[in-house]
């Protein structure tokens, strides 16, 4: 009798502690914060299915945990708003300031756009664990995150954040683990961050981060991951970085990391070590490990010499200068990366060794001098009298060929109609042309070529999708060279042979077996290209269609001007990639933009010299006319068609840039009038109207629109080289904020080119700014083009006021922005 006397006791001490606690966990004790829920709920567009209106938060709305009657966990990862909820969406989360006990807040893949309140880090004191990655974030990271001192998780990858990394992160003294890769995140690596001793993972790759890292780094003893992968960082890696005790992984691949690689045998981890250092620009000879590695890339450097016997160890070394592996980089490109920098190179060890140049000695008698300063000026008058009458012989020439000649005017012309064939005799480097696949090999990885499998029909071949054995995703092109020009592929094949860029589509391997067709492989590119990606389908149960947000745009626009830029001003000579259209911008699973479609890529066409001998004698010319006098492939005519692109990118007009018919050209010329530098009110006309933009992402539309409008200035000659466009691209709003300007006129005097160098070349330093000036409706046919209005000197001084129109149109006179010169009056400066 007493023992069941006792069962029921202990029976009703566990009902009444599970009571208890349910209890607790049942109710909101707190009016504020059952409310700010029930606010949140509305802001954000919860559906009833995860958040019921008429339940008990704390035990009905799934994902939320309460403790002592307090909301302590909010989890909305992955939900789905209403149909109402979801036709606009924001970071409206205001209602989490009255949780005052909040400890995690998870909203990873749930869509928040917009920017983070400064507010953020002084009422969510209690937080622990912070996670908004992949939430369509917009703007700077809130310097008050230096108040959440409590923080031990912080993850605000895959969004869209701007400018530096905070300093105050530095008081962040319990993270543990801090994400902030695949943004738009730029400037330096703050040293505070050396400072976080609790720190184990770290990954700040897939930004736009510069200079060096700071030694104060290798004070984070805990660190285990270290992730700094494909950013611009440069300089020599820290060597505590190879000291540090408990790092096990290590990823500084795709920068521009350079020197002489230390001994990396000090790692105290290396059994289980996995370190990325490809895709830099580290040179020497290659290290010596010391002891085996997980895993170690090396490749994509400029090591030279021999590659040591590295045993155990999975080491990749391909893409380097070395002797004694295949898959190397070609012999020029290594010299060339030598000679640039004062360097000896071994010539992958034959005997006539590049030396790095010496001085030349100094003559020690006087006289030596007196004669060679004699015979430099002598034979200086002489050349410059040859000089002369060269001229006047070119000159009357060009003007009897120039009286006969039909000037041209028609806008934007197309380019030659095919592309040269390569040289005689032309011999591939196929060591350098990735991998020789099996015509077996290709059948398997396309299933035959099935129709499942076919892409599309492109004009160079048909493009299959495959998968290889290992489950690599491949595009595989098919040239029927029976029907196709031989040296199509022929020139594609020695494109990539000597070129490669991170911007051009990544090029893995050939299939040139059979007789009659031949087989280029390629790196898939999960996200298609521009034409299909700039509107989506919906992953919901509806079928409308999702647009790219305004900074996915704007990245790929850099993305494809950095490729262009890298032909037109990297390759000597200049390259042509003369099909810039939407379908030719290809991007990869983070939307970085890989150029396609290089089949029809050549050298610049026409007489360079010829050209400027025209202009200093003003000679007209056509728009496009090269030496032969037909339509040349030139660098302006990619200008042209990457303005096309653009203008789709900020319209959301599909099919701009692949059409050169009439109803188009008409389209532009009613398109055109709305983009003014005066007036910004006026792009709203031709904004893509699923864009959700605020007005400092307006005026950046307003400034791609202008610089659109430049690159489609019917004048070719009058087109900004691309080089500037990617600095205009890269800073968008010094293109149009009048707050930058200064006092400085440029002068009727002054050279295209200089012109150019004025407009854009000092952009880097905060005093100066480009503009692009607005043409009336009258105008609108020949004088659209980029503007400078600035100097050097100090940001804000020496304003000549803008007493001559509004606020609204926050721009001076139009005599601070002169029109570009004729050709005639262009006199290109002696470059040195």
């Given at each position: 009798m007493l023992h069941l006397k006792g069962r029921v006791v202990l029976f009703c001490f566990v009902f009444f502690l599970l009571f208890d606690s349910t209890f607790e966990q049942g109710v909101v004790s707190s009016l504020a914060e059952k409310f700010a829920?029930?606010?949140?709920?509305?802001?954000?567009?919860?559906?009833?299915?995860?958040?019921?209106?008429?339940?008990?938060?704390?035990?009905?709305?799934?994902?939320?945990?309460?403790?002592?009657?307090?909301?302590?966990?909010?989890?909305?990862?992955?939900?789905?708003?209403?149909?109402?909820?979801?036709?606009?969406?924001?970071?409206?989360?205001?209602?989490?300031?009255?949780?005052?006990?909040?400890?995690?807040?998870?909203?990873?893949?749930?869509?928040?756009?917009?920017?983070?309140?400064?507010?953020?880090?002084?009422?969510?004191?209690?937080?622990?664990?912070?996670?908004?990655?992949?939430?369509?974030?917009?703007?700077?990271i809130p310097s008050t995150f230096g108040n959440l001192t409590r923080l031990s998780i912080l993850d605000l990858s895959n969004n869209k954040l701007v400018r530096?990394?905070?300093?105050?992160?530095?008081?962040?003294?319990?993270?543990?683990?801090?994400?902030?890769?695949?943004?738009?995140?730029?400037?330096?690596?703050?040293?505070?961050?050396?400072?976080?001793?609790?720190?184990?993972?770290?990954?700040?790759?897939?930004?736009?981060?510069?200079?060096?890292?700071?030694?104060?780094?290798?004070?984070?003893?805990?660190?285990v991951d270290l992730d700094l992968s494909s950013n611009s960082l440069t300089g020599l890696l820290p060597d505590a970085l190879w000291s540090m005790p408990g790092l096990q992984f290590l990823d500084a691949s795709a920068n521009n990391f350079t020197g002489v690689l230390p001994n990396v045998s000090s790692i105290v981890n290396a059994t289980s070590a996995v370190f990325n250092l490809s895709q830099n620009m580290f040179y020497g000879n290659l290290p010596s490990l010391g002891r085996s590695f997980s895993f170690?890339?090396?490749?994509?450097?400029?090591?030279?010499?021999?590659?040591?016997?590295?045993?155990?160890?999975?080491?990749?070394?391909?893409?380097?200068?070395?002797?004694?592996?295949?898959?190397?980089?070609?012999?020029?490109?290594?010299?060339?990366?030598?000679s640039e920098r004062g360097l000896s190179f071994d010539d992958f060890g034959l005997p006539n060794a590049t030396e790095p140049p010496l001085p030349a000695p100094k003559s020690s008698k006087k006289s030596h001098k007196n004669v060679i300063i004699l015979a430099?000026?002598?034979?200086?008058?002489?050349?410059?009298?040859?000089?002369?009458?060269?001229?006047?012989?070119?000159?009357?020439?060009?003007?009897?060929?120039?009286?006969?000649?039909?000037?041209?005017?028609?806008?934007?012309?197309?380019?030659?109609?095919?592309?040269?064939?390569?040289?005689?005799?032309?011999?591939?480097?196929?060591?350098?042309?990735?991998?020789?696949?099996?015509?077996?090999?290709?059948?398997?990885?396309?299933?035959e070529f099935s129709d499942s499998n076919l892409m599309k029909h492109g004009h160079s071949g048909d493009l299959f999708r495959g998968t290889l054995e290992g489950g690599t995703l491949i595009v595989v092109k098919r040239i029927d060279v029976r029907s196709a020009k031989k040296e199509s592929y022929l020139s594609e094949l020695d494109f990539f042979s000597k070129v490669s860029h991170s911007r051009?589509?990544?090029?893995?391997?050939?299939?040139?077996?059979?007789?009659?067709?031949?087989?280029?492989?390629?790196?898939?590119?999960?996200?298609?290209?521009?034409?299909?990606?700039?509107?989506?389908?919906?992953?919901?149960?509806?079928?409308?269609?999702?647009?790219?947000?305004?900074?996915?745009r704007l990245k790929i626009a850099i993305g494809t001007a950095e490729g262009l830029s890298y032909l037109h001003h990297e390759c000597n000579p200049p390259l042509v990639h003369r099909d810039v259209q939407a379908s030719s911008v290809l991007l990869d699973d983070k939307f970085e933009v890989r150029l396609g479609s290089l089949n029809e890529v050549c050298?610049?066409?026409?007489?360079?010299?010829?050209?400027?001998?025209?202009?200093?004698?003003?000679?007209?010319?056509?728009?496009?006319q090269g030496a032969s006098g037909t339509a040349s492939a030139t660098c302006a005519y990619d200008v042209f068609c990457f303005g096309k692109v653009l203008l789709e990118l900020v319209t959301g007009k599909l099919g701009i840039s692949a059409s050169n018919d009439a109803s188009m050209k008409e389209w532009l010329d009613g398109t055109l009038k709305y983009i003014s530098i005066y007036d910004k009110e006026l792009v709203t006309n031709i904004v893509d109207p699923s864009l959700i933009i605020d007005e400092d992402l307006l005026e950046e539309v307003w400034a791609m629109a202008i610089?659109?409008?430049?690159?489609?200035?019917?004048?070719?000659?009058?087109?900004?080289?691309?080089?500037?466009?990617?600095?205009?691209?890269?800073?968008?709003?010094?293109?149009?904020?009048?707050?930058?300007?200064?006092?400085?006129?440029?002068?009727?005097?002054?050279?295209?080119?200089?012109?150019?160098?004025?407009?854009?070349?000092?952009?880097?330093?905060?005093?100066?700014?480009?503009?692009?000036?607005?043409?009336?409706?009258?105008?609108?046919?020949?004088?659209?083009?980029?503007?400078?209005?600035?100097?050097?000197?100090?940001?804000?001084?020496?304003?000549?006021?803008?007493?001559?129109?509004?606020?609204?149109?926050?721009?001076?006179?139009?005599?601070?922005?002169?029109?570009?010169?004729?050709?005639?009056?262009?006199?290109?400066?002696?470059?040195?």
């Open positions: 829920l029930l606010q949140l709920r509305s802001s954000l567009g919860l559906r009833a299915k995860e958040w019921p209106i008429k339940g008990n938060p704390c035990l009905n709305w799934t994902n939320i945990v309460c403790k002592n009657g307090r909301v302590t966990e909010i989890n909305i990862s992955g939900f789905k708003r209403t149909r109402v909820g979801s036709q606009n969406p924001q970071f409206s989360v205001d209602a989490l300031q009255n949780l005052t006990f909040l400890e995690s807040f998870n909203a990873s893949n749930f869509a928040l756009p917009g920017s983070i309140p400064q507010w953020f880090g002084l009422r969510l004191a209690s937080l622990r664990i912070l996670d908004l990655r992949s939430c369509s974030i917009i703007g700077p530096s990394i905070p300093t105050e992160f530095g008081s962040l003294q319990n993270l543990t683990s801090l994400d902030m890769s695949s943004n738009f995140l730029n400037g330096t690596i703050p040293q505070e961050i050396g400072s976080l001793l609790q720190l184990k993972f770290l990954n700040l790759s897939g930004n736009i981060l510069s200079s060096s890292i700071p030694p104060q780094l290798g004070n984070l003893s805990n660190l170690l890339d090396l490749s994509g450097n400029y090591f030279q010499g021999k590659a040591p016997d590295y045993g155990q160890s999975n080491v990749s070394v391909n893409s380097n200068c070395l002797q004694n592996v295949t898959s190397q980089r070609s012999r020029s490109e290594c010299a060339s990366f030598y430099a000026v002598l034979g200086g008058v002489g050349l410059i009298a040859l000089v002369l009458i060269c001229l006047v012989l070119l000159f009357v020439c060009t003007r009897k060929r120039a009286a006969t000649t039909q000037r041209a005017t028609e806008v934007g012309p197309g380019p030659a109609s095919s592309s040269p064939p390569p040289p005689p005799g032309v011999s591939l480097n196929f060591s350098s042309l990735g991998d020789a696949f099996t015509y077996q090999q290709i059948l398997q990885a396309t299933g051009l589509v990544p090029f893995m391997g050939h299939c040139l077996e059979n007789e009659n067709e031949k087989f280029l492989v390629y790196k898939y590119m999960p996200n298609g290209d521009l034409s299909s990606s700039l509107f989506r389908k919906n992953n919901s149960d509806d079928d409308s269609l999702q647009s790219l947000d305004w900074i996915t050298a610049q066409e026409g007489d360079t010299h010829q050209n400027r001998i025209s202009r200093l004698f003003r000679l007209p010319q056509t728009s496009e610089v659109a409008r430049s690159c489609l200035n019917p004048k070719p000659s009058r087109r900004p080289l691309m080089r500037y466009i990617l600095k205009a691209l890269e800073n968008p709003l010094k293109v149009v904020r009048e707050e930058h300007t200064s006092s400085a006129r440029l002068r009727a005097t002054s050279s295209r080119s200089s012109w150019n160098a004025a407009l854009f070349g000092s952009w880097r330093s905060s005093s100066d700014v480009a503009a692009v000036p607005a043409i009336p409706a009258s105008k609108l046919e020949g004088t659209s083009s980029l503007k400078q209005s600035g100097t050097t000197g100090s940001q804000g001084s020496g304003h000549n006021g803008d007493n001559g129109h509004s606020s609204s149109t926050r721009r001076q006179s139009k005599e601070i922005f002169p029109e570009p010169l004729e050709e005639q009056d262009v006199e290109r400066p002696h470059e040195e």
